[in-house]
């Protein structure tokens, strides 16, 4: 019995210092599951000030109570796919547009706080996003759950504002996903969204938006 053991240990310890061997050989390995496919992409879209709702559901003139309301806000743009460094993982860059990208955001009045001084902000600010639609290689997304985000007003701006005339904010969230149009690469997979990237407002609230985005998706049980 300790034979085995000691059998089995040693099997172990010989993989893994061969996986190490050819990670240092710089030979690829992934360790997902065959059913687990991920999509690196880059989105970059604009938006603009589209109205505001209650907690009701009541839009613009017909809102009811204003102490809840939030910003509606419509965002549309292009996704990138993305070339990666096979050692590291790093994004290289994008290579080719390979879809768009059209939903409807939805901020805390909270955000227009972002026009003066960012340490007054609370240290996270919630937003969410709904009727989504992203086409990838081909594939249409829908939000099966909703878009759960944060932005993160005291970390402070992404870039040197003296230098760009800007100030971008780091925001991130993440979604469950479904692909709807049963076409293309991904068609009807599962899975999640999860951004991480920055949005930069001007003086009218029109705001541009960069994201790395990650889908990873599977075949749902039938």
């Known amino acids: 019995m300790r034979k085995n053991i000691f059998t089995g240990l040693a099997t172990v310890a010989l993989l893994f210092s061969s996986g190490l061997a ?25 938006g603009y000030v589209g109205g505001f709702v209650d907690s009701a559901g009541n839009v613009n003139g017909d809102i009811t109570n204003p102490d809840n309301v939030s910003i509606i806000y419509p965002i549309s743009g292009k996704i990138y796919a993305t070339v990666t460094d096979g050692s590291t993982g790093e994004t290289l ?24 001084d960012w340490s007054l902000l609370p240290a996270t600010l919630p937003w969410t996003m709904t009727e989504e639609a992203i086409n990838v290689n081909g594939s249409s997304f829908t939000f099966e759950e909703e878009l759960t985000g944060r932005a993160f007003p005291h970390l402070g701006p992404v870039e040197d504002p003296a230098v760009t005339g800007t100030l971008a904010l780091r925001m991130a969230g993440c ?29 009218q609230f029109n705001g541009k938006g960069v994201s790395n985005c990650t889908i990873v998706v599977h075949d749902p049980l039938q």
């Not at 050819?22 to 604009?46: F, K, M, Q, R, W």
């Not at 860059?93 to 003066?116: D, N, R, Y």
């Not at 469950?176 to 999640?192: H, L, Q, W």
């Open 22 to 46: 050819l990670a240092d050989g710089n030979i690829l390995y992934n360790p997902n599951p065959a059913p687990l496919t991920i999509v690196n992409t880059i989105s970059e879209v604009d």
């Open 93 to 116: 860059g994008a290579f080719k547009q390979s879809g768009t990208i059209e939903a409807v955001a939805s901020f805390s009045t909270e955000f227009f706080g972002l026009m003066g």
């Open 175 to 203: 979604a469950g996903v479904r692909e709807t149009s049963g076409a293309g690469a991904y068609a009807g997979k599962v899975g999640t969204l999860c951004l991480n990237g920055t949005f930069t407002f001007d003086e």
